[in-house]
């Protein structure tokens, strides 16, 4: 694989079901290691060859579902949302529980605990063989760090929400390595830029990422979500802090990662 893709990944694992020897999956880095995790606990026979990008499955007749009941932690990029949410919103805490803390899906409390995030995970344990945990996280300090190489397929997805935090962190936050956001639900380099400019953000688009300098006042303007459900929830959080009312067109597209949302977010603000 040129890109390393836990989608694409999956979708290779789950067709070896059916081949007729074992199939050997080499990613240039590690990404998202959820089917693996699943397909082991189902009885699958997945091995580490000589690097930890490298894979091997051997086929298998029949599955198993286990003698207990299989339990999928809560999603960590939704997650995510709220956590940058407390880590910007002066006075806030958060307490979000029963998070899916794989450590494949959590660069971004990595990137966060380098700027200075008060970020703290309790009551960690292992169900249906994810690593679970409460995930706690207070208004921070934010100070500027460098996301490149093998941590961007760690935290893919939350790269807008990171975004945010970014724009209020002392100094300049860089991002490079991550071409793949050009090819999501939108061109999130483009778009992120776009719309986050509109609210005074100081951010300059680069072919494989970004800069944004901080921390900056944001102001609220009418942004649009580009029918992007990661970056419209994102805005949202951006508004928190804008001075001003922010409108956010095509709102719809939330529904389809996280249809409740807007509720969630505002059961946190009451």
């Known amino acids: 694989m040129n890109v390393a893709s836990a989608q694409v990944k999956s979708a290779i694992l789950l067709a070896a079901l059916f081949a007729d020897s074992p199939t050997i999956v080499r990613e ?8 693996e995790r699943m397909l082991r606990a189902f009885g699958g026979e997945i091995k580490i060859l000589n690097s930890k990008f490298v ?12 003698n207990y009941e299989f339990r999928i932690p809560a999603d ?9 949410a407390a880590l910007i919103v002066p006075q806030s805490e958060l307490r979000i529980e029963n998070i899916g803390v794989n450590e ?6 990595d990137a966060l605990a380098r700027m200075y995030a008060s970020l703290k995970l309790e009551n960690m344990r292992e169900e249906s063989g994810e690593p679970i945990a409460d995930v706690i996280a207070r208004f921070s300090e934010l100070r500027a760090t460098e996301i490149a190489g093998d941590e961007v397929p760690r935290m893919i997805d939350e790269f807008p929400i990171f975004a945010i935090a970014a724009t209020q962190a002392r100094g300049e936050t860089l991002v490079r390595d991550a071409r793949e956001l050009r090819v999501k639900e939108s061109d999130r380099i483009a778009t992120l830029a776009q719309e986050l400019r509109k609210m005074g953000a100081q951010i300059e688009e680069r072919e494989d990422g970004f800069v944004i ?23 949202a959080i951006a508004a928190l802090i804008a001075r001003g009312e922010t409108i956010i067109e095509g709102w719809e597209c939330v529904a389809d990662s996280f249809p409740n949302f807007g509720n969630a977010l505002l059961a946190c603000a009451l």
């Open 28 to 35: 240039p880095s590690l990404s998202r290691d959820h089917t």
């Open 55 to 66: 894979i091997q499955f051997e086929p298998t007749s029949e599955l198993r579902i286990p």
């Open 76 to 84: 960590f990029s939704s997650a995510a949302f709220f956590i940058v």
């Open 104 to 109: 494949t899906r959590t660069g971004m409390l």
């Open 213 to 235: 300098a901080g921390p900056t006042p944001l102001r609220g303007a009418r942004v649009h979500a580009h029918n992007d459900h990661r970056l419209a929830m994102s805005l």
